[in-house]
Structures are given as C-alpha cells and as structure tokens.
C-alpha cells in the first residue's frame, strides 16, 4: 500500500517538474522581457522546490476510512477467541457467555461483509420505490 501511495506522489511531482520544464523552454525559446520576469521567477521557484501552487493534500474519501476502520473492528472482534472452560462451577458461566459471543460474531461479520456488496442495490431499489 505505502508503494502504491508513493507512486502517486512521485508521478504528480513529475508531471508538475515537466509542466514547469516546458513552460520554461518556452519562455527562453521566445526571449525573456520585463513584463516575463515575474513568471520566469516563478517557474524558477516551481522547479527549484517543486512546489505546485494550488496542489491540494491527500484526501481519504470517507469509503476508505470506513473501510479501513470496520476491518480493525473485525480483526480485533476476531481475535478474541474462546479458551479450553470446563461446563463446571466458573466455567458454565463463560460456557453461556462465549456462546452469546460466537452467535454475536457469527452473524455480524457476514451481515457486514453483505451488506458491504448487497447495500448499493437495496439502496437503489429505495430510492426507485419512493421516487
């Protein structure tokens, strides 16, 4: 995942530098006069901090922070995992109470993973009969 992100920074960062490049020979091929100077200053600028004015931050959409968050919940839900009890005394007790929790697991996650995938065509099926 950091390859994939880092590659996007690298191919923005160079398609800018070439912009910039281009504008540059651009400018010297025609010749530089007063009224050029503050743009030649500014692509000096661009090309020396490769800087792009105007360039937004990285924003996660709010689908991948959901995501990113509902898969942390599933991983910690399932890695608590029943121990060895005996049906006696303590144990009858977290016997019921592991129980409850395999049912709660086990209807959740897949609930969850479904509704994932089914959720845009019961959404659309809403949205048609209340249009």
Same mark, same amino acid.
């Given at each position: 995942?950091?390859?994939?992100?880092?590659?996007?920074?690298?191919?923005?960062?160079?398609? *800018?530098?070439?912009?910039?490049?281009?504008?540059? =020979? /651009?400018?010297?091929?025609?010749?530089?006069?007063?009224?050029?100077?503050? /743009?030649?200053? /500014? *692509? *000096?600028?661009?090309?020396?901090?490769?800087?792009?004015?105007?360039?937004?931050?990285?924003?996660?959409?709010?689908?991948? =922070?959901?995501?990113? *968050?509902?898969?942390?919940?599933?991983?910690?839900?399932?890695?608590? =995992?029943?121990?060895?009890?005996?049906?006696?005394?303590?144990?009858?007790?977290?016997?019921?109470?592991?129980?409850?929790?395999?049912?709660?697991?086990?209807?959740?996650?897949?609930?969850?993973?479904?509704?994932?995938?089914?959720?845009?065509?019961? /959404?659309?099926?809403? =949205?048609?009969?209340?249009?």
């Amino acid at each position: 995942m950091i390859v994939s992100v880092s590659t996007v920074f690298v191919g923005a960062t160079t398609d *800018l530098t070439k912009a910039a490049k281009l504008m540059a =020979r /651009e400018l010297l091929d025609k010749g530089i006069s007063a009224v050029d100077v503050p /743009e030649a200053v /500014e *692509l *000096l600028l661009i090309l020396q901090t490769k800087y792009h004015p105007g360039q937004p931050g990285i924003q996660w959409p709010v689908w991948y =922070r959901a995501i990113i *968050l509902l898969g942390f919940l599933v991983c910690v839900c399932l890695s608590i =995992r029943p121990k060895s009890v005996l049906g006696i005394g303590k144990g009858a007790e977290r016997i019921v109470w592991w129980r409850y929790w395999l049912k709660f697991i086990g209807i959740t996650i897949p609930g969850l993973i479904v509704t994932s995938f089914i959720w845009p065509y019961i /959404e659309e099926l809403i =949205r048609t009969l209340f249009s």
